[in-house]
């Protein structure tokens, strides 16, 4: 090829390169669009949290464990958890529940209550005693704190700080049957059955007196040996195949006449 055909030739080559469309050309970097978030989870709302105290344990344990997990500071969450948990037996896991609570609000009364109900509840009222202690500090005018005191300080071995506790309740609620039946069961452990029997009726005459105070009451009777006034208390609020395996043990925890009076620490035992 000539000079002027290699230069024609080149120029021709230069031109066709200008002449290609733009889409030879590399494309310019398309970034993606950010994917949407994800919508925040929701807490209840108070007509739903309202509606949770309907629920069974079970149901409320995954309720409030739910809302716990949307806000771990979430207080109420946190004892509402420890309530149901302990209403299922659950009693660590109760306690562990409440003093979550604890760590992020130290003086919260309720969290406080729970961890105390959550060790007497297990039998390890020693280490109810603190969180008691610390709510009767908060609140010394609750009968709460005193009464579960009374309890935990029994389950420790330490009966005349367990007395004083529960006469200290009954002074601040002298109407709580909750507070009446307890100071009862402690004249029933330390072998005052007629005490206990005169405290418990007085509780099941008081308004809204829960199921417990009548069976604690026929105990105290069968204890006595008084089994046709217990068993009408049993009838009340059981089934016959209930009340005949209630007065089967009531007979056979029954002192005998010519015999010491049982205590209910013995009659504790026996179940």
């Known amino acids: 090829m000539c000079r002027m055909s290699a230069l024609a030739a080149t120029a021709l080559a230069l031109g066709l390169a200008a002449a290609l469309p733009a ?15 994800a919508p925040a989870v929701q807490r ?16 409320r344990a995954a309720f409030w464990g739910r809302e716990t997990d949307i806000d771990p500071r979430d207080a109420e969450a946190g004892v509402n958890l420890a309530q149901a948990l302990r209403a299922m037996g659950k009693y660590e896991d109760a306690a562990q529940a409440a003093q979550r609570v ?12 729970e961890v105390a109900r959550a060790k007497v509840g297990s039998g390890q009222g020693f280490y109810g005693i603190e969180p008691a202690r610390q709510a009767q500090v908060l609140a ?22 367990a007395l004083e506790a529960h006469r200290q309740a009954a002074a601040l609620a002298p109407e709580n049957p909750a507070v009446l039946c307890n100071l009862a069961l402690f004249y029933a452990s330390h072998g005052d059955a007629p005490q206990a029997e005169t405290l418990l009726r007085t ?3 008081k308004p809204g007196a829960p199921m417990a105070v009548r069976q604690n009451l026929a105990l105290v009777l069968g204890l006595q040996g008084r089994f046709d006034e217990a068993e009408k208390l049993v009838r009340q609020d059981l089934p016959p195949e209930a009340v005949a395996n209630n007065m089967a043990f009531l007979r056979a925890v029954a002192p005998n006449p010519a015999g010491p009076p049982r205590s209910w620490d013995s009659v504790r035992t026996a179940q």
């Open 140 to 161: 010394p005018r609750d009968w709460r704190p005193a009464s579960l005191l009374g309890v935990a300080y029994e389950q420790a071995g330490r009966p005349e700080e």
């Open 102 to 113: 604890l760590v992020i609000d130290p003086k919260n009364l309720e969290a406080l209550l």
């Open 44 to 59: 209840a709302t108070a007509e739903e949290r309202s509606l949770a105290a309907r629920l069974d344990p079970l149901a």
């Open 23 to 37: 889409a030879a050309a590399k494309p310019p970097e398309v970034k993606a669009a950010p994917a949407p978030a």
């Open 203 to 205: 509780a099941a005459a």
